[in-house]
């Protein structure tokens, strides 16, 4: 008994009962009791032995509403009951088929046994109303005492286990929340390390996948806040945005360096060639996918990698979608690239102002990029805008962030980020 929940409710309209369950469960041992056992010993039929103290708390309800607003009191105060001992009629108020609903409403561990002298309800309506369940015991009156003192030990005990497991079941819930999370944050790394390996081979791209990647999570943000996408950019959508965002270009590493690094313009079959990436990115990011059995942000990557060049008009590549066809992720990723690549220096450009960038992107609406995708964008380009600063170590108003050559060919919608 030593680990049990010794707090017992007793709820009947008759005081007298209420004595009974006090005088079977706080007292020690009677004197009658004590002199059988004695007797017992002294003429050998026995040896005497301690009898266990059984130290119930009792509290007393007279009626239904009573016992609710007591068993919840005693949980808000974490001295819950481990069992109450529910009298069937209570006239006037409710009876003690609903004390028992209302209950465990108010603390659904506790334990009940339902006491009735009377055989109009039968079995089969107390599992229609309360189902299958193990926390109830129906005693019929007069009860005997050793039977409510082993039911209350029993359901007491039972109780404390259930209480103990669920504790444990929360702590080891704790515990592997807390190794996915290490996990979680160990493989985001190691994302954002290939993918930044991946970027090194153009030492002019610099932060470019961190920009991006803010870019892109703060348009889906806004993007999620209308009516329209509200159901779709779900805080899931956003988790698996921000991992597969890094990995839009991992397809680069197999471009030859000729051609990826080359200062001027691309021939038309070096353009193929580079157009080439966004296949072998999601070709290998499904591969990767499917090892690890993950259908969320490396199948979503994937389906970036593929896209993320392709024009709401149609004329992207490499498969020519146009509109809702394109994944809405590349969708939104299309418009952060090119906003950061207009913005940064490359091998063949210079760096254009923000400003001049946001002219430039909106100009696109419709036919470079989704309306929906550029109304996010002028709604957020301020924080934008800070972002770059932020992620740069410059201040949001540095005219640094405003400055640097626009490249001629760079005022070319046509000429979408490589």
């Not at 006090?22 to 004590?34: D, F, G, K, N, S």
């Not at 309506?125 to 030990?153: N, Q, S």
């Not at 950061?340 to 063949?348: C, I, K, M, P, W």
């Not at 949001?396 to 050559?405: F, H, N, S, T, V």
Request: a negative charge; glycine letters at 6%; aromatic letters at 6%.
């Amino acid at each position: 008994m030593t680990d049990a929940n010794r707090n017992v409710l007793v709820v009947d309209d008759n005081r007298s009962i209420h004595e009974d369950f006090r005088a079977i469960l706080t007292a020690r041992e009677t004197p009658a009791q004590q002199l059988l056992d004695a007797e017992q010993v002294l003429f050998g039929t026995a040896e005497l032995q301690p009898k266990p103290y059984l130290g119930f708390q009792i509290d007393s309800a007279f009626q239904g509403q009573e016992a609710v607003l007591k068993a919840a009191e005693a949980a808000h105060n974490g001295r819950p009951y481990a069992v109450a001992f529910v009298d069937m009629r209570m006239p006037p108020g409710w009876d003690g088929l609903e004390t028992v609903q209302h209950l465990w409403e108010a603390d659904e561990r506790v334990q009940v046994v339902l006491c009735t002298a009377y055989s109009d309800r039968s079995m089969h309506e107390f599992v229609e109303r309360f189902g299958e369940t193990d926390r109830l015991l129906i005693i019929k009156k007069p009860f005997d005492p050793d039977e409510i003192r082993l039911a209350c030990i029993a359901l007491s005990k039972k109780w404390h286990l259930a209480r103990q497991a669920e504790v444990r079941e929360n702590e080891l819930a704790a515990q592997v929340a807390q190794r996915t999370a290490t996990i979680t944050a160990a493989r985001d790394a190691t994302v954002f390390a290939l993918a930044k390996l991946a970027e090194t081979r153009d030492s002019e791209t610099g932060d470019h996948i961190a920009r991006m990647r803010e870019y892109a999570q703060l348009l889906a943000k806004t993007m999620g806040q209308t009516s329209k996408y509200r159901a779709i950019i779900t805080p899931r959508f956003l988790r698996d945005f921000y991992r597969a965002t890094v990995l839009h270009d991992i397809g680069k590493v197999a471009t030859p360096d000729a051609i990826l690094l080359k200062p001027g313009k691309l021939t038309s079959e070096e353009f193929e060639v580079m157009k080439r990436h966004t296949l072998i990115g999601a070709e290998t990011l499904d591969g990767a996918a499917t090892l690890d059995g993950d259908s969320g942000f490396l199948r979503m990557a994937a389906s970036i990698a593929r896209s993320h060049h392709e024009r709401f008009d149609g004329a992207g590549y490499p498969d020519g979608l146009s509109g809702d066809n394109i994944p809405l992720p590349a969708r939104i990723v299309s418009v952060a690239d090119v906003f950061d690549a207009l913005t940064s220096r490359r091998v063949y450009k210079g760096a254009m102002s923000a400003e001049d960038a946001r002219r430039q992107v909106a100009a696109g609406v419709g036919t470079q990029f989704d309306p929906d995708v550029i109304r996010a964008f002028e709604r957020c380009f301020d924080e934008m805008v800070a972002i770059k600063g932020r992620i740069e170590g410059l201040e949001a108003d540095d005219p640094a962030i405003d400055c640097g050559l626009v490249d001629e060919v760079g005022a070319d919608l046509q000429l979408m980020p490589l």
